[in-house]
T-cell receptor, first 115, second 113 residues
Framework: GAVVSQHPSWVICKSGTSVKIECRSLDFQATTMFWYRQFPKQSLMLMATSNEGSKATYEQGVEKDKFLINHASLTLSTLTVTSAHPEDSSFYIC???????????FGDGTRLSIL | GNSVTQMEGPVTLSEEAFLTINCTYTATGYPSLFWYVQYPGEGLQLLLKATKADDKGSNKGFEATYRKETTSFHLEKGSVQVSDSAVYFCALSDQTGANNLFFGTGTRLTVIP
């Protein structure tokens, strides 16, 4: 089946640093990738949608300058949390799909802890 | 708009018990419906789906039927196992829009031996 790899799986860093999370589709070309944030014991909140070669579309309330998304190729999207602070600590999950009418395939998530 | 309302948990069952997790939805068009499962520390895995009314999705002993008349997609399993312990998310995708996923709040299931 379709495989999406997310890296790193867990990162701890100091307040003020920037953190990059990678999302790769290993066996298919992902025209669209999605980034979600999940708070403890809550559902997934869609942060942004990115199409290869285009600027990401951010959901209302998500700061685009804070959460930089790059989708430079059909197999890789990155999310950079800039100048991270403790309130950015969360579980971030990416997903990818081949085309509009195909299902999303999810990565295993990245647990981000900002000290 | 699009939304999913899911039975609140947590749910604790003994092994081999019958499971039902309720899910109802509101959608502007004709959505596809999904159940995803999230094991501890992992991302989401698609468990089953149904794309039109009266379709039944099934996988690993779980099943759910797309009921347009009651706007429901309840998840059932006849005999749960300890390995089924996870968080289950009901979701819909809006076929008329960007086809993004809208998730329910998730239901945590714990199965005890």
């Amino acid at each position: 089946g379709a495989v999406v790899s997310q890296h790193p799986s867990w990162v701890i860093c100091k307040s003020g640093t920037s953190v990059k999370i990678e999302c790769r589709s290993l066996d298919f070309q992902a025209t669209t990738m999605f980034w979600y944030r999940q708070f403890p014991k809550q559902s997934l909140m869609l942060m942004a949608t990115s199409n290869e070669g285009s600027k990401a579309t951010y959901e209302q309330g998500v700061e685009k300058d804070k959460f930089l998304i790059n989708h430079a190729s059909l197999t890789l999207s990155t999310l950079t949390v800039t100048s991270a602070h403790p309130e950015d600590s969360s579980f971030y999950i990416c997903s990818a799909r081949f085309s509009y009418n195909q299902p999303q395939h999810f990565g295993d998530g990245t647990r981000l802890s900002i000290l | 708009g699009n939304s999913v309302t899911q039975m609140e948990g947590p749910v604790t069952l003994s092994e081999e018990a019958f499971l039902t997790i309720n899910c109802t939805y509101t959608a502007t068009g004709y959505p596809s419906l999904f159940w995803y499962v999230q094991y501890p520390g992992e991302g989401l895995q698609l468990l089953l789906k149904a794309t039109k009314a009266d379709d039944k999705g099934s996988n690993k002993g779980f099943e759910a039927t797309y009921r347009k008349e009651t706007t429901s997609f309840h998840l059932e399993k006849g005999s749960v196992q300890v390995s089924d312990s996870a968080v289950y998310f009901c979701a819909l995708s809006d076929q008329t829009g960007a086809n993004n996923l809208f998730f329910g709040t998730g239901t945590r299931l714990t199965v005890i031996p």
